[in-house]
């Protein structure tokens, strides 16, 4: 997809083979590095290949798309690449650093997986920076002749006048933007965030790694059959440390531990019903002992009625199966376990089964036992209790750095603000969708916010450098649009072509976080550029326009 973006847009081959070298080079560094440090692929990590050939590719286009209209414009080879260096070289090096610590939040999270891909891909980012501005002016400097595509045009070429329409700078010329105009563009855009926050407040957590594989898969069908057949296949793990010597023999420490089987077995989902399967516990072992005691009898299938019985029962089974009994109680019957299979759904429905189960414990064993309960569905629950929790870690992380940094390179408190407008409406806008179409938040797509604010920011960032620039030279708001648009614009179009194609090319994969994750990247990044070229110049012109508009 990307060799076809960029022979479509610079038609000659240092202009499709060079981007494509940079960010080989650094996906081969960042897996290499991984492959040092021993950090592993993983569910989540396995996107970052991709991640960075889409976002990498970003900096060389800038550059590139300078670089031609400079030739186009009729300088030679080698001030085109001084220029384009110096032009773009300081909003590469800003990009580059909001989309590093967009990723770098994920070192905040409590999860290793999205720790190690925040880390990774910021390293990639950076690399792929590196070859944008070493190699790729290396490769550039054997162009001579061609101007990659780029044709002189009066008056602009259609993507000129999409832009100039987006921008509003027609309306300018012909006398038609007005105030009014702009402040029903800014109306229009704090509608789509009302519906935006609206379509964010029906959000839901959700966290099920088997729905991620196709209903077809191999080892889906298995768990659905061992859900249906054996009783599931997560588990409630209970450890029981007895208070007295030989604790387990005690009789009414048993009928607690029964009781507790009870409790555990009534148990019903308010939406899956029954999600309960069997239990295995020393209960199992002296109620089938009894039985067999009895001729094979079913209602003998209970616990003794005396101490004495229990503590028969247990000693015949101590001495005939010693290794059977040491899978389920210590060599001094002080401590046993009891494992509860249940049915595999998703993670939001295990905390109120965990405090049932907990309920059940303080209820029945808290005076006969210490009892520390663990097991799969505890895992599952607390990595959903905690998704939300990493999610606005992370992502406050991200904006907080990130105004910090538009703050400094724009060099205006005020206009640094500013652009964290544009850049957020596009957050709000993919949540919101999230929200309206029913997809919830999961460990697939946790990493959105952060990674989306540091691809929104790239075209905010290179689109208002241009435009602070124009300002300090004494240019009115609307010449210093018209500036950025000339600057920028193109390559602001083809970098979010790049990334939306290219993020795309997910919708392909197999799994479903894949596919949720490249989709839901991909409209991001279009929406982001919709936004700086729709909203952001009435945004400015309300802001710093008025009667005198020269600094």
Same mark, same amino acid.
């Given at each position: ?82 220029? &384009?260096?110096?032009? *773009? #070289?300081?909003?590469? $090096? ?7 610590? @967009? +990723?770098? !939040?994920? %070192? ?41 595509? &780029?044709?002189?045009? *009066? #008056?602009?070429?259609? $993507? ?7 921008? @509003? +700078?027609? !309306?300018? %010329? ?378």
């Amino acid at each position: 997809v990307m060799l076809l973006v960029l022979a479509t847009l610079f038609r000659h081959p240092i202009g499709v083979v060079a981007p494509i070298l940079v960010i080989v080079m650094a996906v081969v560094w960042t897996v290499g590095m991984m492959a040092t440090v021993g950090m592993p692929m993983t569910l989540i990590t396995n996107i970052m290949p991709a991640f960075l050939m889409a976002v990498g590719l970003g900096d060389a286009i800038h550059l590139v798309s300078v670089y031609r209209d400079l030739r186009r414009q009729g300088h030679d080879n080698n001030d085109a690449i001084v220029s &384009a260096v110096g032009s *773009t #070289g300081i909003p590469l $090096l800003f990009t580059t650093m909001t989309t590093a610590v @967009g +990723l770098l !939040s994920f %070192r905040l999270a409590t999860v290793d997986a999205l720790s190690e891909m925040g880390t990774a891909a910021a390293y990639g980012v950076g690399i792929a920076l590196l070859h944008s501005l070493v190699f790729l002016p290396i490769a550039l400097s054997f162009n001579t002749k061609s101007h990659l595509g &780029a044709k002189k045009v *009066t #008056g602009g070429d259609r $993507l000129d006048r999409v832009l100039w329409r987006l921008t @509003g +700078l027609t !309306s300018v %010329r012909a006398g038609l933007m007005t105030p009014a105009r702009s402040y029903r563009t800014l109306a229009l855009a704090a509608v789509i965030a009302a519906v935006s926050v609206a379509g964010m407040s029906q959000l839901q957590v959700s966290h099920n790694p088997l729905a991620w594989l196709p209903s077809n898969n191999p080892l889906r069908a298995v768990f659905d059959e061992v859900d249906r057949e054996v009783g599931g296949t997560a588990t409630v793990q209970l450890l029981i440390d007895t208070k007295g010597e030989r604790g387990i023999k005690d009789l009414d420490f048993l009928r607690g531990l029964e009781a507790l089987d009870k409790h555990i077995a009534a148990y019903r989902d308010p939406k899956m019903g029954e999600v309960i399967g069997n239990s295995m516990s020393v209960l199992d072992i002296l109620r089938e002992t009894n039985k067999q005691l009895h001729e094979g009898d079913q209602k003998f299938y209970a616990l003794p009625e005396t101490q004495r019985g229990a503590s028969d029962l247990l000693f015949m089974f101590e001495n005939s199966g010693p290794d059977d009994l040491r899978r389920l109680a210590t060599a001094d019957l002080k401590t046993t376990q009891m494992s509860v299979r249940v049915k595999w759904v998703d993670a939001n429905a295990y905390p109120p089964l965990a405090d049932y189960v907990l309920q059940g414990v303080k209820r029945h064993l808290s005076k006969h036992a210490d009892v520390r309960v663990t097991g799969s569905i505890y895992t599952l629950g607390s990595t959903v209790s905690g998704l939300i929790d990493n999610l606005l870690r992370s992502f406050g992380a991200a904006f907080l750095f990130i105004t910090v940094f538009m703050v400094v390179l724009l060099k205006s408190p005020k206009l640094g603000l500013v652009a964290m407008v544009p850049n957020l409406l596009p957050i709000l806008m993919i949540m919101g969708l999230m929200g309206l179409t029913g997809m919830p938040i999961d460990m697939g797509n946790l990493m959105l916010c952060s990674i989306a604010i540091g691809i929104a920011v790239d075209d905010t960032i290179h689109f208002l450098h241009h435009f602070r620039e124009a300002r300090a030279c004494g240019k009115t708001v609307d010449e210093a649009i018209e500036v950025a648009v000339q600057h920028a614009g193109r390559a602001m179009v083809a970098t979010s072509l790049v990334l939306t194609l290219g993020f795309s090319v997910f919708l392909l994969a197999s799994m479903l976080h894949l596919r949720r994750f490249g989709g839901l990247i991909a409209l991001t990044a279009m929406f982001a550029l919709l936004v700086d070229v729709a909203f952001a110049p009435p945004l400015l012109r309300s802001l710093f326009g008025g009667k005198d508009e020269k600094r």
